[in-house]
């Protein structure tokens, strides 16, 4: 008996030791950027990523967006945080990070975050760090991820959620489809992803998972059913409890003014899978009850940011006329103001 547990001893010992002297020559031999790829010349600051999917490339700065070291929008921070400081991380898709289109212009001044920054400056509130980690993009699996593999990390007071519009994408893309994360069924897989995300070991055993995937399954797609986007919100806020992190929603409305798509429209509802504003307003809004079921199950506060769209003009809408998914300067203005008033009213900006 004892020969045959020191025989396991021992085979567990080299596997340990292999597997770690594997991920140091990994190390020494690669960049921090291992198996991290361009996705395209249409987001050129977005990298492919096993892990995350994809993610913003860490230290890029062209066409008016800045990435910082951490590979979120915006100036650089201490990972760290500082000694009394209220932190809030904004998370999201591309209306989080902030581009939308003007005519045939794509534009990338305007987030919410900043916005919120800026408020929270303008009022005094000086102790209260905002960080926008919004990727173009991302649908409610990603943003699950991401929360544990980097936001955690950050130790942050308060995170916001604006998320859904991409779990009805229909991602055929085969640069784009086989990157498409989610987590583990498996609790002792999900521990171990967790546990070792940062290891080069686990990149290259998940990226090479992903390419068998997507040769054994070239037809699949990767839209979210409502099941599944109803799970992620749910483990989102699970982690969040877990974390003591302050939990806000933020809705996700669209501009359904119009039934026709503008030229710049078109490509982002093929990919949609839709013909008109209106079915893809109507997924949307599916999508926005359960997050709103989910909130008002688990107490999670959400900004309303559609009722005040609804009491708009046209000269002062949250959209611009060539873009009805991501909130034009104004939008972001307004979803800030939502924000710092909701947390006036949570109280959750006082120590």
Known sequence: MKTRVFKITIFLAAVIASLVITEALLRLTTPNTFLQHHAGETWPWIVN???????????????????????????????????????????????????????????????????????????????????????????????????????????????????????????????????????????????????????????????????????????????????????????FTEVAREHNIKLLFIDYPLRDSRTMFTPSERNLARAYGATSLPEISQTNRTYQEILLEIANAEKVPIVDTVSFSKSLDREHSMFSYYDFVHPNQIGARIIAEQIYDKLLVLGWLKH
């Open 49 to 235: 990523d096993p892990i995350l999917g994809w993610t913003n490339l860490a230290g890029y700065e062209e066409q008016g967006v800045r990435i910082n070291t951490y590979g979120f929008r915006g100036r650089d921070f201490s990972v760290r945080k500082p000694p009394g400081v209220i932190r809030i991380v904004c998370m999201g898709d591309s209306g989080t990070f902030g581009i939308w289109y003007g005519r045939s212009l794509r534009l990338h001044k305007d987030n919410y975050p900043e916005e919120l920054r800026v408020i929270l400056r303008k009022n005094g509130e000086n102790d209260v760090e905002v960080i926008n980690a919004g990727v173009v993009g991302y649908a409610s699996s990603h943003t699950l991820r991401q929360l544990i593999a980097k936001v955690l990390d950050l130790e942050p007071d308060i995170v916001t959620l604006r998320v859904g519009f991409n779990d009805q994408a229909k991602m055929t893309n085969k640069n784009t489809i086989d990157y498409y994360v989610e987590e583990p069924s498996n609790f002792i897989l999900r521990k171990l992803l967790y546990q070792f995300y940062d290891w080069r070991l686990t990149r290259l055993v998940i990226r090479l998972n992903q390419k068998l995937a997507i040769m054994d399954s070239p037809e699949k797609e990767s839209t979210a059913s409502y099941e599944e986007f109803r799970k992620n919100i749910e483990r």
